[in-house]
């Protein structure tokens, strides 16, 4: 599983001197679709949770891509395992492909303006030595 936290700060009364600098909270025992709520944090003496008893602070999730990671290594098997001397295929990295694509687009359009440059010169040239001719 994976660990979500989305709430990292809970509302507290207490005295100026007693203000706890951190709430640790022991997730080792955690199974996945457990919830530590506000209410399971272990507070100091004298230090009152205003905040939702109820809030989540932190919760053990499955992610759907390491089901299907799982799975497809299980079906597959060893078979799977590239030979010695193969590389084995890596998977796919989101918008990477996305972000080469607008790499080479911006190169292609880089070298488009730079021909124009050089055809622009050259063109000034001439006309220069044209110019001069005259």
């Known amino acids: 599983g994976v660990v979500q936290q989305p709430v990292r700060q809970v509302r507290i009364r207490c005295r100026p001197a007693d203000i706890p600098e951190a709430a640790i909270a022991d ?11 506000a209410g399971d944090l272990k507070l100091p003496a004298g230090v009152e949770l205003l905040s ?3 809030l989540a602070i932190i919760s053990i999730i499955v992610v759907k891509y390491e089901e299907e990671t799982t799975a497809a290594a299980t079906a597959e098997g060893a078979a799977a395992a590239p030979a010695e001397g193969e590389a ?3 998977p796919e990295v989101i918008g990477e492909k996305e972000r080469e ?3 080479l687009k911006k190169d292609e ?3 488009k303006k730079a021909t124009e440059k050089v055809e622009v010169k050259e063109a000034q040239k001439k006309e220069a030595q044209k110019e001069k001719k005259k």
Do not use: F, S, Y
């Not at 080792?28 to 457990?34: F, K, S, T, V």
């Open 27 to 37: 997730i080792a025992p955690m199974e996945i679709g457990q919830v530590l709520t």
């Open 101 to 103: 694509e607008r790499r």
């Open 52 to 54: 939702d008893k109820g």
């Open 109 to 111: 359009e880089k070298g």
């Open 88 to 90: 084995a295929v890596q």
